[in-house]
């Protein structure tokens, strides 16, 4: 108003005032004498205060506009500039948009739409942003998918998209929509940044915000803060120090997620299944950290997509290599000496990575098998590979791989060698701006293999599983936040449980070569991801199906027992022949409710069906465990996981806290009957048993994220049981009563802290401590053939020793070096670590020993077996080039 | 810095906490019957011990039952009755031979009046042990200087019948004491051999010159290889990384009168096979 009077008062004489600094708006222009001026004129005006942006084609330059004498402000020449021209002005910080009036809504019909995509990649070496959020100003987001596409769907007009990632510097693009359009993005790296965060959400505030809950994410890149094991840093270690993750303590292969066995998880590798996780024995994991991305774990309830086995999922991306510069980096520790090359074949288009890693010692184990006379040495080795091709924008293949081998032998010449093999391939392609297909066709293999010299027993031994996984699927991004994600797949399974054949033609050893196990398991799935209100939700549905094909013979028994003894016919299957057949119906529903800015409560729901058991009636899983297919005996284990958290953040998204509830109910839990012998057994059904299992606990989780000092705890109360009751009472355990199953761990408390002392130096500890294991004591002993005998009654009632342990690492760069190859100037970096594995030497107790105390009394004690009892230092030197 | 203080108190709370005592209580003594003996196709006597269960911290490992009535019956109704030569110790007389073929069960009456008896347990023929020699190896002590050590093994050959479903145990003496710790229950199936002639590489077994070597191949049933692989299992591995849960290793021998008493113990027969040597200088 007042704006309108200023223009018809005054007149002429032109100068102005320049602010002194703070805010734009301070500026004025005098006016000394009426003026007609030009819109450029003005245009000139206004420019040395604002950075203006506008389209050409709206602005009329050459139109003149009167002004009186007088002071005028910048928001005063803006209001008289779009005056009557059909276009406005908004001011956002030192900017200013100019952009057409909006038009009367003609039609009462919904504002028109249209879609931003493309992709999301860091600008230092090409590789995809996995999971970067884009929000406009009016909230409306979206984020990257696993290969780093994006798209969201927006009103026409301007928007500013901020686009976040823990790992990136923010983001903003401003955009003037018209019609949909594709947007290369580009990221920077935090770059030096200390007080970065590794475990985390995937960004700030999008730990609380993300509508799946009970992830844990962690990222790997060179200046990630993760504590260091045995001076390595590595992938299921570190994710001991989350709540709700333990294992059975060292030398036990894989993890237990609430309370499920190891080969509940689905581990999986670039969406190869990875059927053995760890080398050594469980001391370090398979996945070489200096070729990983990033590693997300869903404990419990994941997303439609995912499916195949009860506890969680473990997903883990592999880097594709730099698609700009070469890069080598390396290191070398105690444990193992690691290699990585990238770097472009064709720059920017077609770039490749790959990493190697070898046990530096061969590793001499008084700890794998205390039993047996002469030492035991073990090493491992194994190689990661990605090469990612893209072909133009809407195309893009990848080839990823993976060799890892673990071998030992004895001093009377038994040789063992097992690992993990697997190759995936993708393409990636963009239909248009709002359908994004994945199709992907993956092999993975687990093999063991087994030499022994000596006789009676010369012969070598052999087991292999196949996996051959052909999928596909598709993201459809819908407007108003929501995404459709469906698809499907043929999983085709082959297991090979045993050959047992002579070493040598002479050998006495028969051959036997158990019958190798084919099923194919089809599967589709769809999920609805979206908001209503404060109500994010995704609702998904997996339907699998599964059937074990001939030729097989299957056994009839006469009695539930199923002993040996009691087959009373065997029916025959043809080659390609259905055996048996399992459909699974697996809703998953996860909704997250918006309290406010900063607080979440969230709740979900999943139902899951395993159709591929791991045969291993020891109390820590073994490299020589055999996985079974589901047929006529073996039933698919299902189990239905309930969940309720509540999620806040506090101080500005710098402390994140979380509580969670969980149950989660089984059916068809395998076990084993007391002295079952599953070597190279056909008949595998005489030694189980079937049981219900539940699971349930509560898991807390701070973590503070910036700062000098960064670091989380975390502390679960978990409780997990089996139950395996029968009408034939030696068909039950513990007279059919629930009894804690071998991971039941009451208490889980860790505490992790990163210190940052210099740019150059930091300090990170960590302190675990978990209730120990369940045990099962002698009540008695008695004599026999002249050996003293435990009795054991009940399973499981006793506990061990509680488990705890501090660790300790510092970590110190060296100064940055640069290097000139090729007059170009390349970044060196190096940095060494020195850590300390169990500061003050706790004698943690793996399982107890039962023995008689020497030759010539008859007494008995029973002796704690320490695996590591000792602090173990040491030093690892890390390079990048 | 709250975070720090709070997570060093709590470390310091837990560690308190934490220190504390590796075994609890075992629980009530059971003083269970056990009952212990095997019947050889050999000569005379055969050994059948009673004694009851201990509780597992306790000094001595036999109680034994003295004054009970034992009796050995087989399937073609001979009966052998033993008698105490020390506490818990019965014997058959001399001329008291197991025969291949035959089943054999115990009776045992206890002074207090209970009876326990064994399931009949078939005494079957065992494979011969052929021949037998003595191998030389040798491992370095790498202490002082490289030092050879030398040491001797035995070397068993056997012809295995073609008939599937063998089971033996091999026993190894020096100097013709058996070991017999639980280690030295030595189980071998057909399984992977049946019908061959095969070698039995005993490199456990470790002799010096002019030692003498026994090695003895016993058979067993399927039920007593299983109940000793059961033995075997429950002595050895237990609390290893390879072990497994305990379980309760259950016998053939119940009480005649009461199906709920727990009996533990076994009662098998064995035909032998046994071969000498004498490690050579």
């Known amino acids: ?881 | 810095m709250k975070v720090l203080v709070l997570s060093i108190s709590l470390l310091l709370l837990l560690f308190i906490i934490s220190c504390e005592n590796v075994i609890s209580d075992l629980g009530v003594e059971e003083n269970l019957v056990v009952i212990d003996g095997w019947v050889y196709d050999t000569e005379g006597p055969h050994e059948i011990r009673l004694s009851r269960s201990v509780a597992f911290e306790s000094e001595t490992n036999f109680t034994p039952l003295n004054n009970a009535v034992i009796i050995i019956r087989d399937d073609q109704s001979n009966i052998e009755t033993l008698s105490q030569v020390a506490p818990g110790v019965y014997h058959t007389k001399t001329d008291f031979e197991g025969r291949i073929g035959f089943s054999y069960q115990v009776e045992v009456t206890l002074s207090n009046g209970e009876t326990y008896i064994s399931d009949f347990a078939n005494l079957r023929p065992v494979a011969e042990i052929q021949r037998l020699i003595i191998e030389e190896s040798s491992f370095f002590i790498q202490d002082q200087g490289i030092d050879e050590v030398f040491f001797y093994f035995p070397v068993a050959f056997v012809q295995e019948p073609i008939e599937m479903g063998n089971f033996y145990r091999w026993r190894v003496a020096k100097n013709h004491v058996f070991f017999n710790e639980p280690e030295d229950i030595l189980l071998q199936t057909d399984r992977f051999i049946n019908g061959n002639f095969f070698r039995n590489e005993l490199t456990d077994y470790r002799y010096m010159q002019n030692d003498t070597a026994t090695v003895r191949l016993e058979s067993l049933t399927v039920e007593s290889y299983n109940f000793l692989r059961f033995l075997r299992r429950q002595t050895t591995s237990l609390g290893s990384p390879s072990g497994t849960n305990p379980g309760i290793l259950k016998g053939n021998i119940r009480n005649k009168s009461n199906d709920n008493e727990v009996v533990l113990g076994y009662f098998g027969a064995s035909a032998v096979s046994e071969a000498t040597e004498v490690v050579f200088n």
């Not at chain 1, 059909?86 to 909006?102: C, N, Y």
């Not at chain 1, 686009?163 to 935090?190: A, C, D």
């Not at chain 1, 190869?272 to 990033?294: M, W």
């Not at chain 1, 598709?474 to 929501?482: D, G, S, V």
Request: glycine share 8%; net charge positive.
């Open chain 1, 1 to 881: 108003m007042k704006k309108h009077l200023l223009l018809t008062l005054f007149a002429i004489t032109l100068s102005y005032v320049k602010s002194n600094g703070q805010s734009h708006s301070d500026g004025f222009i005098q006016l000394d004498n009426a003026k007609k001026l030009t819109v450029s004129e003005v245009i000139e005006l206004i420019e040395p205060h604002y950075i203006l942006s506008y389209q050409d084609k709206i602005i009329p330059f050459e139109k003149k506009i009167f002004l009186a004498a007088g002071k005028y402000s910048i928001t005063d020449l803006l209001v008289l500039l779009c005056q009557g021209n059909g276009i406005r002005f908004q001011i956002e910080g030192d900017q200013v948009f100019i952009s057409p009036k909006k038009r009367k809504v003609r039609t009462p019909s919904i504002p028109k739409y249209i879609t931003l995509s493309g992709s999301i990649t860091n600008i230092k070496n090409g590789e995809a942003v996995i999971g970067a959020s884009i929000t406009t100003q009016t909230n409306i987001g979206s984020s990257s998918n696993s290969y780093g596409f994006f798209s969201i769907t927006v009103p026409k007009g301007e928007h500013t998209f901020t686009i976040r990632h823990t790992s990136f510097k923010n983001q903003q693009l401003k955009l003037n929509l018209i019609e949909s359009q594709t947007y290369k993005v580009t990221l920077e790296e935090n770059v030096g940044q200390l007080d970065e965060v590794v475990i985390t959400g995937y960004q700030r505030n999008e730990n609380i915000s993300r509508t799946v809950s009970g992830v844990n994410k962690l990222t790997f890149n060179e200046d990630s803060d993760i504590p260091y094991f045995l001076g390595e840093v590595d992938v299921l270690q570190s994710s001991l120090l989350l709540p709700g993750i333990t294992n059975l303590g060292e030398d036990s292969n894989g993890i237990n997620i609430r309370g499920g066995s190891t080969s509940q998880n689905l581990i999986l590798l670039d969406e190869a299944v990875i059927f053995n996780s760890n080398h050594f024995f469980g001391l370090i994991s398979v996945f070489n950290p200096e070729s990983v991305n990033d590693v997300e774990i869903f404990k419990g309830n994941p997303p439609a997509r995912f499916g195949g086995r009860n506890a969680s999922v473990i997903n883990i991306r592999q880097r594709e290599g730099n698609d700009k510069n070469f890069n080598v980096a390396g290191g070398v520790g105690f444990v193992a000496g690691r290699l990585t090359v990238e770097g472009p074949i064709i720059k920017e288009k077609l770039s490749f990575l790959v990493s190697a890693r070898r046990s530096v010692l061969a590793f001499v184990l008084g700890i794998t098998d205390f039993t047996s006379t002469g030492e035991t040495t073990a090493n491992f080795d194994d190689i990661n590979f990605k090469i990612n091709l893209k072909a133009d924008p809407k195309n893009r293949f990848y080839l990823s791989g993976y060799v890892g081998n673990d071998r030992t032998s004895t001093q009377f010449q038994t040789f063992r060698r097992w690992g993990n093999r697997s190759l995936t391939s993708r393409w990636n392609h963009i239909f248009n701006d709002q359908l994004f297909l994945n199709t992907s066709l993956v092999f993975s293999e687990y093999q063991y293999r087994v030499t022994d010299q000596r006789e009676p027993g010369s012969f070598l031994g052999t087991s292999k599983i196949f996996n051959y996984n052909f999928k596909l699927d598709f993201n459809y991004f819908l407007h108003k936040n929501q995404l459709l994600s469906f698809g499907g797949g043929l999983n085709t399974i082959q297991s090979n449980p045993g050959d047992r054949l002579p070493l040598f033609n002479e050998n006495s050893t028969n051959p036997i070569q158990l019958d190798t196990e084919v099923a194919i398991s089809p599967y589709l799935y769809f999920e609805q991801e979206g908001k209503f209100k404060q109500l994010n939700y995704n609702l998904g549905l997996r339907l699998t199906s599964f059937h074990s094909i001939g030729k097989d013979e299957v056994f009839i028994y006469d009695s539930p027992t199923r002993s040996p003894e009691s087959v009373v016919d065997t029916i025959t299957y043809k080659n390609g022949e259905i055996v048996k057949s399992y459909f699974g119906l697996e809703p998953r529903a996860f909704l997250s409710y918006q309290i406010n800015n900063n607080s979440f409560l969230k709740t979900s729901y999943a139902r899951n069906y395993q159709y591929l058991q791991l045969i291993s009636n020891t109390i820590t899983p073994s490299p020589t465990d055999i996985w079974k297919i589901s047929d006529t005996y073996i039933e698919p284990s299902i189990t239905n996981q309930y969940s309720f958290g509540y999620y806040r953040n506090l101080l500005n998204n710098k402390i994140e806290a979380s509580a969670e509830l969980y149950y989660r109910g089984s059916r068809n839990v395998l076990a084993f009957k007391d002295n079952a012998d599953i070597l190279l057994n056909e008949r595998i059904e005489t030694e189980v048993l079937s049981g219900i299992g539940r699971s349930y606990g509560l898991e807390l989780y701070v973590k503070k994220n910036s700062g000098r000092l960064t670091g989380w705890i975390s502390y679960a109360l978990s409780k997990s049981e089996t139950r395996v009751a029968n009408e034939i009472p030696e068909l039950e355990i513990n007279s059919g009563d629930y009894f804690p199953t071998n991971i039941d761990q009451t208490h889980q408390f860790s505490a992790t802290g990163i210190y940052s002392i210099s740019k150059r130096l930091s300090i990170s500890s960590n302190f675990i401590f978990v209730t120990g294991k369940p045990t099962t004591l002698p009540s008695a002993k008695f004599e026999l053939n002249g050996i003293t005998v435990p009795r054991f009654t009940a399973r499981n009632q006793d506990r061990l020793p509680n488990y705890h342990r501090l660790d300790l690492s510092i970590r110190l760069s060296g100064k940055k070096g640069k290097i000139k190859k090729n007059k170009k100037i390349k970044k060196r970096e190096d940095y060494w670590t020195f850590s300390i594995y169990n500061v003050y030497s706790r004698d943690n107790v793996f399982s107890l020993v039962f023995r008689e105390t020497g030759m010539e009394t008859n007494n008995t004690e029973i002796i704690p077996f320490i695996v590591l009892g000792d602090a173990i230092p040491s030093v690892t030197y890390n390079f990048k080039f």
